[in-house]
């Protein structure tokens, strides 16, 4: 089964590939509701089970057990997507299944091999969701297949070849499949007859692909192909026609930075949680934590988590996470060098204290075998919940997650060498240096009043003063931010026309133009600043709560003529609407404390750039799919840049 997981490796990777390279433009007309087209592709089938009576006439004295083959699949298609998330795919081929089995050798001392040809009538009808409103596109669904060929080669040494057929072969056979695709307009933006090219892949594991009525023999699939489409849409109606009634109208204008800087050299403090968190089913530390031998531990300083691991700060969340794995290393470093001080493991498990004070054993059994920290200075305990538990008395929503984020250790302690008490503990920060390539500061800013109101969606076309035109959106919010790398590719500085076209939502089109004047682009190696400061789920720390870390710490590095980004994050659970409103409050809140401070120092002429930008996927520092990346979106972020 090497070879079956090598494919599964390049599939998820050719998956990732396509997610990075997803774009946002859209044409000048509508997207076909329905498709049509047809699909080719290479079936790598992979052969598990027992196979030895091949029919009523034959047993080989020797089953066969494993195999592999590539054969094809075509098929014609129809496609339905009422909304650009949501659709379906019916698919109708030929779907060859067979190939080789591994070769034996027969009690005669004989070599023998056994070739098939097996394929069938397919029906795959799918559900197609395209999560981002964009090209890549995931499917899932069942396969219905109808046996065609049931041919199989018997060969072995010293006795005559057999071709004929199986016996006991199921007729019918229903089994399922997933996969992902990147549809690739070929058609020309105006053009309301639409083609598509969509190379895919596909995943059918064993289940229900049970061969015949008898033995064991069964297989996995994994289908690469492209297909071809073509669909029927309709032309955007011209603005010069549409009736607008006044009402119904939106405001539309640019705002864009004095220049588009590339990189920035950036000193961040690095807030650490004070949680170790434990998978479901499991006592031991997870593996994604970095566990080093007596020997490794000898050499670790924390300081050498402080230098600059990527030049790329938009991975951020790589980066802090990789300082925050490194947790129970810090914690025995700090120990080490603070002798005096000591801690208390409280860990928790909705399982019982039992299991809660295992995990608090794991943790100091680790400090005190690696770090050679006496046993004596860490206290441990069991509890059902944590201090500040996530599940809520009452809550009956996304408890699962929530439950994920209460089977953790916290680790306490009265020394300020060790953690700070900031809106409860929290690990003292890494001070890290890192460069970060196209700031938030670069970024270029359309505000289209009312748009959540009256449009159901809306895209930008941005045009350089060479010409080349570049289209983003759909978009639905009332701002909305893009990078000013991405709009100044071609480093072409000047006046750029920007067009906003957009449908309200009773069916009618509205145009607004606007330009933008942007500047040459710089690289810019004076230090920029930037802060975290961490929210816990149950609200046991507000923005009031680090009042006195943002006026005694943040606001005395602000200086005159800087410009302070903040952007408030959440992670996924609650409702988009609450999240959104909840980031921006928290955003609000810490510029209002920030400017109190800077009004009393006597410092003006600073510039903030606030937003909320809720649990948004792609803006969110980290993803939501661990309790540390979730516990990690609730932020709010602050970074302070000084202009040239």
Avoid at 11 to 27: N, V
Avoid at 188 to 199: H, L, Q
Avoid at 603 to 621: H, L, W
Wanted: aromatic residues 10%; charged residues 20%; hydrophobic residues 35%.
């Amino acid at each position: 089964m090497l070879a079956l997981n090598k494919i599964i490796q390049k599939t998820i990777a050719c998956c990732l590939m396509l997610l990075l390279i997803q774009t946002t433009l859209h044409a000048q007309t509508t997207p076909p509701k329905w498709w049509f087209g047809v699909a080719g592709a290479s079936n790598f089938n992979f052969f598990d089970g027992t196979t030895q009576r091949l029919n009523n006439g034959l047993i080989v004295p020797t089953a066969f057990h494993e195999g592999k083959g590539v054969k094809p699949f075509g098929s014609v298609l129809v496609e339905y997507r009422p909304t650009p998330i949501w659709g379906g795919t019916l698919n109708i081929g030929y779907d060859g299944r067979g190939g080789k089995f591994d070769g034996v050798i027969a009690p005669c001392d004989c070599p023998a091999t056994l070739a098939t040809n097996v394929s069938y009538l397919t029906i795959e009808p799918t559900l197609r969701v395209n999560p981002w409103g964009g090209n890549l596109f995931f499917f899932a669904g069942p396969r219905l297949a109808f046996n065609l060929q049931k041919d199989f080669d018997y060969t072995q040494l010293k006795q005559e070849n057999t071709s004929s057929e199986f016996s006991e072969v199921r007729k019918n056979i229903i089994s399922g499949q997933v996969g992902a695709g990147y549809d690739i307009d070929i058609s020309s933006p105006t053009s309301t007859t639409k083609f598509v090219i969509a190379p895919f892949v596909s995943f059918h594991p064993y289940f229900g692909q049970d061969v015949r009525k008898i033995e064991s023999w069964s297989m996995t699939t994994v289908r690469t192909g492209i297909a071809f489409k073509f669909g029927k849409g309709k032309a955007v109606a011209k603005p010069e026609t549409a009736v607008v009634p006044v009402s119904l109208d939106v405001n539309f204008s640019v705002k864009a930075p004095s220049a588009v800087i590339m990189k920035r050299k950036v000193s961040e403090s690095l807030p650490i949680l004070n949680y170790v968190f434990f998978d479901e089913g499991a006592t031991t530390i997870p593996s994604r934590y970095v566990l080093l031998s007596p020997a490794q531990a000898a050499k670790f300083k924390q300081e050498d988590l402080q230098q600059e691991p990527s030049e790329n700060m938009n991975v951020r969340s790589e980066r802090q996470l990789k300082v925050y794995y490194n947790i129970l290393n810090i914690l025995g470093d700090r120990m080490r060098a603070n002798p005096e001080a000591n801690i208390t493991l409280s860990g928790a498990s909705l399982a019982g204290p039992v299991e809660g004070k295992t995990f608090a054993m794991e943790i100091k059994k680790y400090l005190v075998d690696v770090y050679a920290i006496n046993e004596n200075r860490i206290a441990t305990n069991g509890r059902t919940k944590p201090v500040n538990p996530s599940e809520q008395v009452g809550g009956k929503k996304e408890l699962n997650l929530l439950r994920e984020g209460d089977r953790r250790v916290d680790i306490q302690s009265n020394s300020s060498a060790l953690l700070m008490v900031l809106g409860g503990e929290l690990m003292k920060p890494i001070q890290i240096n890192a460069t970060q390539v196209d700031p938030k500061d670069s970024a270029v800013t359309f505000y289209v009043g009312k748009a959540s109101e009256v449009l159901s969606s809306y895209t930008l076309d941005v045009t350089d003063p060479n010409g080349t035109t570049k289209q983003y959106g759909p978009f639905t919010k009332n701002e909305e931010r893009i990078s000013g790398k991405t709009i100044f590719t071609n480093n072409t500085p000047g006046s750029y026309k920007v067009v906003m076209l957009g449908t309200t939502k009773t069916g009618n089109v509205i145009r607004k133009e606007s330009a933008v004047q942007l500047m040459g682009t710089e690289e810019q190696t004076e230090n920029g600043l930037r802060y975290s400061i961490l929210y816990n789920f149950n609200k046991a720390n507000t923005t009031a709560t680090y009042a006195k870390f943002l006026t005694d710490e943040v606001a005395p590095l602000i200086s005159e003529n800087s410009t302070v980004i903040i952007h408030g994050h959440t992670d996924i659970i609650g409702s988009e609407k609450y999240n959104l409103e909840l980031s921006n409050k928290r955003a609000q809140e810490t510029q209002q404390i920030l400017e109190a401070a800077l009004a009393k120092a006597g410092k003006r002429n600073v510039k903030f750039e606030t937003t909320g930008n809720g649990e948004a996927t792609d803006s969110a520092p980290f993803e939501n799919s661990r309790p540390e990346e979730r516990f990690y979106n609730r932020t709010v972020v602050i970074d302070i840049n000084t202009v040239k």
